[in-house]
């Protein structure tokens, strides 16, 4: 938006570089702050500015309760209060004693009670490697009404049905035998490599069922083949050279049967230019030849600007409502044409739509708001000042089609869509209710047909639905089940139980389905940015309970695709709210997978990866670029600066919690050049840790050079080298992860372990994360050129589980400038951090890095009084931090 003269984000600080307020043209401005532990206690968010002027009419404001001083401090409750509206108890948190009973079940000090909004989610015991092994969740009894937990008896509000799982996990904490709430059992094995190798599912009363047979891995721990119960076979083929997956074969050996075999062809930086699936026979309808092949191209930021394939004859134009199903015998195919147009900002203008033989041709218009990147059809708005009406505070959409609502909860998730609005008469209405995660747990579709009102309900418990109302039955949910999710209903009054495997392609979109005896039940194929193209399957293939379609997610009946954070609009190709994230994923809040929704995909609604994701789980197949992948083309090389000099300073010691604020990064180069036995004093343990392979725990604090505008920060190492007078801000631990080698740290931090990772600055290197298991990550600090001896060619039980997150040269070695030409920056700064309840990479992208060529301290007096250290730094005043990103480890 810099562009319009406006900014995306525009942040106060305070003294200690704590953000205290940050205005989001897409998201509306928010206040937090935090007490004297550090501890957040209030936030404000969905305040607007109008015309210049706050408008807090419908802010909400969060107040979290802690523990008094003489106690651990824990989080005791959370009030969230509407403008204008009362006060209501919307979390509390109740925790285990120390008794031996509790103690028996691992419970001491652990929060076993926890009232959110949809319920009440009790932790019954946990395995010594905190893995929980029995969990009971219990819904409100007026699901339709905004809770308000009293501080007494809170249980009066439940209901009385409690739905309990019990795990039976390893001592690694790997969980081997899952029980549900309506007593079904799955259980899993694994490799000498800790790999999943078979599956097996018991519903309750009845026989095993194996939803796995085996599985085969390459010594990179990337699956080559996988054997289903079903009979169905899965083989995989990778490129030698870049580890990209170019080949999934789906077919029934027995039967001599293929379903899919799909070929992906790729660009030298990985964008996808084309799938064919061989597995179909080329066709030729009204003279026109149909292959079964899709083929895209990209502009120069690699936003998907064209895309050819095929669609049913009868396919018309994309709405919410899925097209109608045509018989596999019976299906006639056309060739299409889709182009999309964005503005400078990556939001989508415009959708247009060829298909000459059916004419079958028509345009989507967007009409982007002036003042953000919020957008709608131009079917609700037709001008850009109409646009922001239709937007809470926040940017949460209102309206997605003509007359159809939508309205959210306090804290910005969707919690009703009206997708069918009667004059003087109730309209058909889905509603939904959500965890203190955000993630929903109940689903309800009510649709009025006359005098009647049919509902169906839906409640999401760990691997099992239960759907209620007109039709009852259960789902079982065999997440764990290679690219085929695996769903298996069962009806207890007697109806014979029913199994559909579900494979995939790259992105995760369900192609095709099988049953339990390894027979087709339905193919479908989808338009770049969702929307089905084609859809076919036989009369009794039970279409109407699939329910996953794009990107693997869960379609909705309104049309909607929910992603776990955000919800989805295919027909708009954007997300229907703005990033929780923040900006992870880019300045656009509402961008779809950076407009390259063939290569990119979303795994909860946050942020887009380009990676091979291991099925049935959220972390990645082990590899990065190497080479020319990781290049991005036409991008061109600053020059070295012209003015760069070398000149002394006085450095100070500063507190490490001001120099990684967010504020301070954006501005403030981050160094580690003091993390280097050549330029400081260090003693001989120091030293021989720095050359070491494996990293372990240091302590770390920082210093300031007062060099040009916002001078320059850096990290230090202590060690009895230090003086008091450079420890004199205070001191912190952190894992130390050295170049070309890794640091093992614990996925969840507890009783004092540190919540920093560091690690020398980047200049073509790699900052990599594996899940080792549920316990331990492992980070690599990759050095440019050996990706493949340091990372990309270790042998599987190097990665564990899997990739669960990188940061590569192309993420901070380039940056777009504000006239939109793409430059190359070289150098970078990063380091991990602990906040919520996960790991995060941030980084820093820097133009013309300074240099810290030495440091010594300054000292004066008879006594040699420490008055400050004293650095000789080489920079420029053209140097500048260019950038900063995060990347969220999914783990």
């Given amino acids: 938006m810099q562009a319009s003269g406006l900014s995306n984000f525009r942040y106060i600080t305070s003294l200690s570089g704590q953000v205290l307020c940050t205005e989001s043209a897409d998201a509306g401005i928010s206040l937090t702050l935090n007490d004297a532990a550090g501890r957040l206690m209030i936030s404000i968010s969905q305040i607007c500015t109008d015309k210049g002027q706050d408008n807090c009419s419908k802010a909400v404001t969060q107040t979290f309760r802690y523990e008094g001083a003489d106690s651990a401090g824990r989080l005791l409750s959370i009030t969230e209060q509407t403008a204008g509206q009362d006060a209501q108890v919307t979390e509390r948190f109740m925790y285990a004693g120390n008794s031996e009973a509790e103690k028996a079940k691992n419970l001491a000090g652990v929060c076993t009670h926890h009232y959110d909004p949809a319920g009440l989610m009790q932790t019954d015991s946990i395995a010594l490697t905190g893995v929980p092994l029995s969990i009971t969740r219990q819904l409100l009894k007026d699901a339709d009404k905004p809770v308000s937990w009293p501080e007494s008896n809170p249980q009066t509000l439940l209901s009385a049905e409690k739905y309990t799982t019990q795990t039976i996990a390893d001592a690694t904490g790997a969980v081997l035998n899952t029980t549900d709430a309506a007593g079904h059992q799955q259980k899993v094995t694994y490799d000498i490599a800790g790999l999943l190798s078979t599956s097996r599912v018991t519903v309750k009363g009845g026989a095993e069922k194996i939803i796995i047979k085996s599985v085969t891995y390459s010594a990179a721990g990337q699956k080559l083949c996988e054997e289903h119960g079903n009979g169905v076979v899965t083989t995989y083929t990778y490129e030698p050279q870049t580890q990209r997956l170019i080949a999934v074969k789906t077919e029934h050996p027995a039967r001599k049967k293929i379903f899919q075999d799909l070929r992906y062809e790729y660009d030298p930086v990985g964008n996808v230019l084309c799938v064919t699936n061989s597995a179909e026979e080329t066709r030729f309808w009204h003279n026109q030849k149909v292959v079964p092949e899709n083929r895209y191209t990209y502009d120069t930021l690699y936003q998907l600007v064209s895309a050819t394939g095929r669609e049913m004859a009868n396919a018309g134009q994309q709405r919410s409502s899925l097209p ?139 691997g099992l639905e239960l759907h209620s109302g007109k039709e009852n039955y259960q789902v079982i949910c065999a997440g764990v089940a290679g690219r085929a999710q695996v769903r298996l209903l069962h009806w207890q009054d007697g109806k014979k139980d029913h199994q559909r495997f579900s494979y995939d392609n790259l992105i995760g979109s369900s192609g095709l389905e099988t049953d339990g005896d390894g027979k087709l039940l339905s193919q479908e194929e989808y338009y770049p940015f969702g929307g089905t193209a084609v859809l076919v399957a036989d009369a009794d293939s039970g279409i ?105 300073f006085k450095g100070e010691p500063v507190r490490l919690d001001d120099v990684l604020a967010d504020s301070t990064l954006q501005q403030t180069p981050l160094l580690t050049d003091l993390i280097n036995p050549a330029k400081v004093k260090m003693d001989s343990s120091t030293r021989s840790s720095l050359s070491a392979v494996k990293g372990g725990i240091m302590e770390f604090n920082a210093v300031h050079i007062p060099a040009g505008n916002n001078g320059i920060n850096a990290l230090r190492i202590i060690d009895t080298e230090t003086s008091a007078f450079q420890r004199g801000k205070g001191t912190t631990l952190a894992y130390w992860v050295p170049q070309g080698g890794y640091a093992d740290i614990p996925a969840h931090p507890e009783n004092g372990q540190p919540q920093l990772v560091f690690t020398p600055g980047f200049s073509g290197c790699s900052f990599v994360a594996d899940k080792l298991d549920d316990m331990t ?67 820093q992208r820097l133009k013309n890095a300074p240099g810290i060529v030495s440091m010594g301290e300054k000292t004066s007096g008879i006594v040699r009084k420490q008055q400050g250290l004293k650095l000789e730094i080489r920079h420029s005043r053209e140097r500048s931090v260019v950038g900063t990103g995060s990347v969220p480890l999914m783990h």
């Fill in 324 to 462: 109608d199903i045509s018989p596999f015998d019976k299906a006639s195919y056309a060739n299409y044409t889709r182009n999309y147009i964005y503005d400078r900002a990556g939001n989508m203008t415009q959708i247009r739509h060829s298909a000459p033989k059916t004419g079958n041709n028509h345009t989507t218009d967007i009409t982007v708001s002036q003042r953000s990147n919020r957008a709608v059809l131009k079917t609700l708005a037709d001008t850009s000042e109409k646009v922001e009406a239709l937007f809470t505070p926040g940017g949460q959409q209102t309206k997605f089609q003509p007359g159809q609502t939508l309205s959210w909860t306090a804290r910005g998730e969707l919690q009703q869509v009206t997708p069918v609005v009667r004059n003087g008469a109730a309209g058909d209405r889905e509603s939904y209710r959500y965890d203190a995660g955000s993630q929903r747990i109940l689903k309800t579709t009510v649709q009025e047909t006359g005098s009647r009102t049919q509902t169906q309900q839906v409640i999401y418990l760990p």
């Fill in 544 to 648: 109407d309970y699939k329910t996953h379609r794009y990107s693997g997610k869960e379609r909705d009946a309104t049309g909607l695709y929910y992603y776990g954070y955000r919800y989805y609009q295919p027909w708009a190709g954007r997300w229907l709210s703005s990033d929780p994230a923040g900006t992870v994923d880019g300045l656009n809040l509402y961008s779809m997978v950076r407009n390259n929704p063939v290569s990119f995909s979303d795994e909860q609604g946050l942020v887009a990866y380009p990676r091979t994701q291991i099925p049935g789980t959220s972390l990645y197949q082990p590899g990065i670029s190497t080479g020319s992948d990781r290049e991005i083309r036409g991008a061109k090389l600053i020059p070295p600066a012209a003015n760069t000099v070398t000149e002394l």
């Fill in 777 to 843: 990550i492992r980070v690599r600090h990759v050095q440019g050129g050996k990706e493949d001896a340091e990372y990309n060619r270790l042998h599987a039980s190097e990665h564990g589980h899997g990739m669960i997150g990188a940061m590569e040269y192309r993420d901070y070695g380039y940056h777009e400038n504000y006239s939109g030409a793409v430059l190359e920056n070289i150098q970078g700064s990063a380091f991990m951090k602990y906040e919520g309840d996960s790991w995060q990479i941030k980084y």
